[in-house]
């Protein structure tokens, strides 16, 4: 993994952490051209767990954490991020996928993401 990797999962865990209570226990970030591909990993707290036992509360679950998510990038670009990879962020796309407790980031920038 390369520091900009690092730093980049560093500023990732912090918002989920600062927003949900809980960072995601393993994350990964691939950097594709213009796109920085996140999986994260166990990001559920307890309580998003009990209640994601029920069809209803998963869905209520699954839509909370990804119009959270959404919702707070679109306002405001985490500290750092657009500095680090050198490029301003044009969009987020965010999914979880609750049974198995993982969820992918999609971050598409405006130019290349020099490594």
Known sequence: MSKKEAA????????RKDLFGKGP???????????AITILQGNL????????RSPEGKEMVHTARTHMIQEVYAQQVPDGMEELV????????SDIKIEEDIAVSVFLFEKKIEN
Not at 8 to 15: H, L, Q, S, T
């Open 86 to 93: 050198g490029a301003k962020l044009v969009h987020l796309f």
């Open 25 to 35: 226990e393993r994350i990964k970030t691939y950097f594709i051209e213009n796109i």
């Open 45 to 52: 707290t307890p309580t998003e767990k009990f209640i994601a």
């Open 8 to 15: 980049f999962n560093e500023i990732v865990r912090k918002v």
